[in-house]
Structure formats: structure tokens, C-alpha cells
């Protein structure tokens, strides 16, 4: 079992940045596949990033793309969502989640350990 905890989430200003970090509680192996999700108030939650577990490839949401950086850290079984140029619209609760499976997945029913979440409150 892998246990998961956002932190990092607050308020902002339009046009800030934050950071968001995960950390597992055990060892994240190197097959999993980590990835960033959101919910809005009222929406679904989405996809927003993910970072493989073999190679450290990744991908992020068209969205956010340019904006949103995904990394990892293994030895230190962190992962990190740097959102940079924030808008209104990124405001949401941001779940951390681990995928057991090596390459890049985009979908919510591919990942297994989720995070209780952090909240993002981006002002205009």
C-alpha cells in the first residue's frame, strides 16, 4: 500500500505561482507512473500531468501546458507540480496519485493510490 500527502496549496494572485509536493509513505518504485489530477467546484476532476516511472518522461494537459511542470525526486519519494502564470481557472482541489504501471497514463482509472488533496485558490 502507498500512502500519499499533498501539501503546498494556498492562496494566490492571478498570474502567481506555487508549488505543490507529494510524499509517499514507502518506497515509490520505479514502474509507477506519478501523476497530478483537479477539481473544480462544480466539475469533474481531470487530468493535469504525469511523470513516468521508467524513463521520467512526461505529459500535461493542454491546459496547463507551458505553465505546469511535473517532477520527481525517487530517492526522496517526492513528487512536485511547479504551476507557474496561475489563472482563476486553475483554482481547484490538486490530488496526487501513483499509477502502477511504467509509462504515462492520462485516465483515472489507471491510477490506484490517490492523496486526500490539496486545495488552490487562485484570485483575480
Known amino acids: 500500500q502507498v500512502q500519499l500527502v499533498e501539501s503546498g496549496g494556498g492562496l494566490v494572485q492571478a498570474g502567481g505561482s506555487l508549488r505543490l509536493s507529494c510524499a509517499a509513505t514507502?518506497?515509490?518504485?520505479?514502474?509507477?507512473?506519478m501523476g497530478w489530477f483537479r477539481r473544480a467546484p462544480g466539475k469533474e476532476r481531470e487530468f493535469v500531468a504525469a511523470i513516468a516511472g521508467t524513463d521520467g518522461s512526461t505529459y500535461c494537459a493542454d491546459s496547463v501546458k507551458g505553465r505546469f511542470t511535473i517532477s520527481r525526486d525517487n530517492a526522496k519519494n517526492m513528487v512536485y507540480l511547479q504551476m507557474n502564470s496561475l489563472e482563476p481557472e486553475d483554482t481547484a482541489v490538486y490530488y496526487c496519485a501513483a499509477a502502477a504501471a511504467p509509462t504515462i497514463r492520462t485516465r483515472e482509472y489507471d491510477y490506484v493510490f490517490w492523496g486526500q488533496g490539496t486545495q488552490v485558490t487562485v484570485s483575480s
Open positions: 514507502r518506497r515509490i518504485f520505479r514502474s509507477y507512473t
